[in-house]
């Protein structure tokens, strides 16, 4: 199984090499990934060649083999992805954001807030996308708001959000 777990943001220089940002909780396992794919079936593979850290927080720099700057800059705003056995294991506290895609948000009271729709890394925290019909809005993910993710129930609790949701309203 194919997981996202970064995104090309643009190229960097003129030899090849992309800036990537990650797609996921842990940022520097991508300088552990070897190769790539495009698609979620497998095609369009790209073998690294090199892996650097990048100007500003937690961009990734990479040059793939067989890929030089006409190339990169088709790889614009791709999605890239990695099979699931060729991750590795975890901490504890770590997880991948594919795994809470689709999570019900609720909160202790028992209020359905929503589901959770896209993870954005945004610096030192990531911001969770929840919708609930046509309403949608954003959490931090951080304890100030999110009280426990529970993986096996497919739940994140989160604590009194109301006053967060409001302010976003147009």
Do not use: C
């Not at 495009?38 to 892996?51: A, C």
């Not at 040059?63 to 030089?68: A, P, S």
């Not at 809470?100 to 990531?126: A, H, Q, R, S």
């Amino acid at each position: 199984m194919l997981i996202p777990i970064a995104k090309i943001l643009t190229t960097h220089g003129i030899k090849g090499e992309v800036k990537v940002s990650p797609l996921t909780f842990n940022f520097e396992l991508l300088f552990r990934i070897k190769k790539f794919y495009l698609s979620k079936n497998k095609t369009d593979l790209l073998e690294v060649r090199s892996v650097r850290k990048g100007p500003g927080f937690e961009i990734i720099l990479i040059k793939f083999k067989n890929v030089d700057f006409e190339k990169a800059k088709t790889l614009i705003n791709q999605t890239l992805y990695v099979d699931l056995q060729d991750l590795p294991s975890l901490e504890e506290d770590e997880f991948y954001y594919h795994q809470i895609l689709n999570f019900e948000v609720k909160d202790k009271k028992g209020n359905y807030w929503g589901k959770v729709k896209e993870i954005m890394p945004i610096g030192e925290y990531d911001l969770i996308l929840v919708k609930k019909d046509k309403e949608e809005f954003y959490i931090p993910l951080v304890e100030e708001y999110v009280e426990e993710i529970d993986f096996q129930a497919g739940i994140i609790l989160v604590k009194d959000i109301k006053d967060l949701v409001e302010s976003q309203k147009i």
